[in-house]
């Protein structure tokens, strides 16, 4: 009798050790869902041109775990829209000190030009004050085929280790909008800052300088 009583009491307390660590797994679960939230940007780009019409480029991203919204203004063509659902793929390390983030992406465009985009954004950074990062499209136009093209922004820049709010480096964008179709470079300049909980960047940027392209780019990121 009591050989079988101390197999109970160890079976009870086994029994009782696995639902208490599989409440702990569920639990885990749960608290890793619930810390999953919205995060979203608002940029303005402000294009002031030399010889070209002056223009606002706004655009709105919406992030909650894997999902991507976007929508943006004045990016393809002027007074067109544009609006994307992407994938955020889990991000990835090369080494220890090198890390990936990769979106493809897919939208539609209307206003003055109207059709569909395949796009991607790929973000890379290497201990966090070096950064490169790319965002391209290419837009079918639904009415006229000799209209499509290949639209992107790319950025690299740098800081010092223990100055980030305080960037510099180099941009290359290729765009239509302004009725520009070439491939305009030039450096950069941005300034990060935190207020009330937000992260604010200003950046300028200057296009194609001492050329007749020449424009300057005013940029203000919120993320929230």
């Known amino acids: 009798m009591r050989s079988c009583a101390a197999l109970a009491t160890i079976a009870g307390f086994a029994v009782c050790e696995s639902l208490g660590g599989a409440a702990d797994v569920q639990m885990e679960a749960y608290t890793e869902r619930n810390e999953t939230k919205w995060e979203f940007s608002l940029s303005t780009f402000t294009y002031l041109a030399q010889h070209a019409r002056d223009y606002v480029n706004p655009s709105f991203t919406a992030d909650y775990d894997r999902l991507h919204l976007e929508a943006r203004y004045n990016y393809e063509a002027l007074k067109t829209g544009s609006v994307w659902t992407g994938y955020n793929f889990p991000g990835f390390c090369?080494?220890?000190?090198?890390?990936v983030n990769v979106t493809p992406m897919l939208g539609g465009v209307f206003g003055d030009i109207t059709g569909v985009a395949p796009g991607y954004s790929i973000e890379v950074s290497y201990k966090k004050f070096i950064k490169a990062s790319t965002q391209g499209e290419y837009f079918f136009d639904a009415g006229n085929n000799s209209s499509d093209f290949f639209y992107s922004w790319s950025e690299f820049s740098a800081?010092?280790?223990?100055?980030?709010?305080?960037?510099?480096?180099?941009?290359?964008?290729?765009?239509?909008?302004?009725?520009?179709?070439?491939?305009?470079?030039?450096?950069?300049?941005?300034?990060?800052?935190?207020?009330?909980?937000?992260?604010?960047d200003l950046t300028v940027y200057w296009l194609a300088p001492g050329s007749r392209e020449a424009t300057f780019v005013f940029a203000v990121t919120v993320e929230f």
């Not at 090369?94 to 890390?99: A, S, V």
């Not at 290359?172 to 990060?192: C, H, I, M, W, Y």
């Open 94 to 99: 090369i080494g220890k000190d090198l890390e």
């Open 159 to 200: 800081s010092l280790p223990k100055a980030d709010c305080v960037r510099a480096g180099l941009v290359v964008e290729r765009t239509q909008a302004s009725g520009n179709s070439d491939v305009r470079r030039g450096p950069l300049v941005g300034f990060k800052h935190k207020f009330k909980d937000k992260d604010v």
